[in-house]
């Protein structure tokens, strides 16, 4: 079941299409991920940015999510690179977020961050992300 929890989750990052600028102002249609997501996906950013950390559920949760993310930054792009199956129903995925702040138009740097996935059925049931790597690596109980 692990590959198979890989490809439910590449094909989750497909559906949401963040990795061309701009792509986080649109809502993804329900209809594109609810065969690949729990309705009560649990939902949760990096800690680091208080604003996003606290959880979110379900569809709504997740639209709401990414308007927090538009409300910040201009042309947010996340592009994931390697998918991981980290084993117990877990991928972690490596990606790179970048984007312009909104107002200063000060491009973000590219930053190094990873998520990492939890699925149940053949669905993913809750997504952490992590700003730092090593912090998702630890999470998921691998090392580097």
Same mark, same amino acid.
Request: proline share 5%; aromatic share 8%.
């Given at each position: ?11 989750? =990052?497909?559906? /949401? ?34 604003? /996003?950390?606290?959880?979110? =559920? ?6 709401? =999510? ?6 910040? /930054? ?29 107002? !200063? ?24 992300? =992590?700003?730092?790597? !090593? ?6 109980? /691998? !090392?580097?």
């Amino acid at each position: 079941m692990s590959q198979e929890n890989v490809e439910i989750v590449r094909r989750i =990052y497909a559906a /949401l299409d963040v990795s061309r600028p701009g792509s986080v102002e649109r809502i993804v249609p329900r209809e594109r991920v609810k065969d690949l997501v729990d309705p009560e996906i649990e939902w949760r950013g990096p800690r680091e940015f208080p604003d /996003l950390a606290e959880p979110v =559920y379900g569809f709504e949760g997740m639209a709401r =999510y990414r308007a927090k993310i538009a409300e910040a /930054l201009d042309d947010y792009r996340m592009v994931p690179e390697r998918f991981i199956d980290a084993g117990d129903d877990q991928v972690l995925v490596f990606s790179r977020e970048a984007g312009r702040g909104k107002g !200063s138009g000060v491009e973000v740097q590219t930053h190094l961050t990873a998520h990492l996935w939890t699925m149940k059925d053949g669905k993913a049931v809750q997504m952490q992300s =992590y700003w730092e790597r !090593s912090d998702a690596i630890e999470a998921a109980g /691998l !090392s580097e």
